[in-house]
């Protein structure tokens, strides 16, 4: 367990479903991210929240909605999916946006393996 | 733009030393991160660099050349539990947020 929990481990959703990806931190920081992992790709960077504020979205496709309720909460809200979204989805969360450092460096959940079908 | 390059994939055998290196391309440059990453589990920090030089922790060691835009991490007496992917990450770019490489598949044999 690193601290920050990611549910569900396993999703597979039909093109037409809505589901939402959550992520959780009691680490004290106040950065989170959401990453994309697809097989022989870079880490995505999709959205990034700093004090529960949308920092940056990477020009990611409106059917991926993220929701921020509070420094400690992160949401992703899936709707009508292609089956290229399949892919391996991480949480992140690090002291503040941008502080990456040996003493601020990101903390990482286990995944969100989604498949769309 | 934003360029991180490393092997996909590298072979050793249990025991011996291995070398992973990582070339960058960023527009900014904050420190240069590896992780680890097994099959199915998240990515963990194993080192940080932002000054030149080496960076030793037990089996595992950073070396940085920022001049040379270069990175490599050197993992010696290997073990079986080391099979995993490494992934080089670049705190660059005008955000400060990481900008990761494709990572590399590494592989320890008997």
């Known amino acids: 367990e690193t601290g920050v929990t990611q549910t569900p481990r396993h999703l597979v959703m039909g093109m037409t479903n809505k589901k939402s990806l959550k992520c959780e931190q009691h680490?004290?920081?106040?950065?989170m991210y959401w990453y994309k992992q697809s097989a022989k790709k870079p880490l995505e960077l999709m959205f990034v929240y700093n004090f529960k504020e949308q920092t940056e979205n990477n020009s990611v496709p409106s059917r991926f909605s993220p929701e921020c309720p509070n420094s400690s909460h992160l949401f992703l809200h899936l709707h009508t999916l292609q089956p290229e979204d399949s892919a391996l989805y991480l949480c992140?969360?690090?002291?503040?946006?941008?502080?990456?450092?040996?003493?601020?460096?990101?903390?990482f959940g286990s995944g969100t393996r989604l498949t769309v079908v | 733009g934003q360029n991180i390059d490393q092997p996909t994939e590298m072979t050793a055998t249990e025991g011996a030393i291995v070398q992973i290196n990582c070339t960058y391309q960023t527009s900014g440059f904050n420190g240069l991160f590896w992780y680890q990453q097994h099959a199915g589990e998240a990515p963990t920090f194993l080192s940080y660099n932002v000054l030149d030089g080496l960076e030793e922790k037990g089996r595992f060691s950073s070396f940085l050349s920022r001049s040379k835009g270069y990175s490599y991490l050197l993992l010696k007496e290997l073990q079986m539990k080391d099979s995993a992917s490494y992934l080089c990450?670049?705190?660059?770019?005008?955000?400060?947020?990481?900008?990761f490489g494709k990572g590399t598949k590494l592989s320890v044999k008997p």
């Open positions: 990450a670049v705190n660059g770019g005008s955000q400060g947020n990481l900008i």
């Open positions: 680490l004290g920081h106040n950065a």
């Open positions: 992140a969360s690090s002291q503040d946006r941008g502080r990456a450092t040996a003493n601020y460096g990101y903390t």
